[in-house]
């Protein structure tokens, strides 16, 4: 009677532990509601067409590098078209050979940076990050008075 006892409960657990994995996969494909706010994915637009010369810039992790050999022949995506990224609520970086800053896409899909890149970078609370400037200069564009010092 003990091992006919096992038996029934080896085949019970069994049937519970096909039952989790079932629900769990049909809930992992999107059939039981829209995925969780922190993995949609939100169409985000890099416009870099201001910055003359044109040159390439990158998302590290998003899209190809900008660090090639040689940066003609590279995938890496140039400043003369905006580009639509897909991208997940998080940290990430713009990345230029002469400039680079951070950037987060939040929760509801909208781009907030640090205001004290406002002289170079729009977009906050929008979809769309917009690169005014090939490299970022302190206190709006004056020369920091550090340098004013004499020895």
Request: glycine share 8%.
């Amino acid at each position: 009677m003990t091992s006919r006892f096992l038996r029934q409960r080896v085949v019970s657990l069994a049937g519970v532990i096909v039952l989790g994995l079932t629900a769990s996969l049909w809930t992992s494909e999107g059939q039981a509601g829209p995925p969780p706010a922190h993995l949609k994915e939100h169409a985000i637009t890099i416009d870099a067409t201001k910055l003359v010369p044109q040159s390439w810039w990158q998302v590290p992790g998003v899209t190809p590098t900008i660090w090639t050999l040689d940066p003609e022949t590279s995938d890496a995506y140039k400043t003369s078209e905006p580009r639509e990224l897909l991208l997940k609520p998080g940290k990430y970086k713009f990345i230029s050979f002469t400039f680079d800053f951070p950037f987060m896409v939040n929760l509801d899909g909208t781009i907030d940076f640090s205001k004290s890149l406002d002289q170079c970078i729009e977009g906050r609370g929008t979809q769309t990050l917009v690169v005014r400037c090939k490299r970022m200069y302190p206190h709006g564009g004056q020369r920091d008075q550090y340098y004013e010092q004499n020895p």
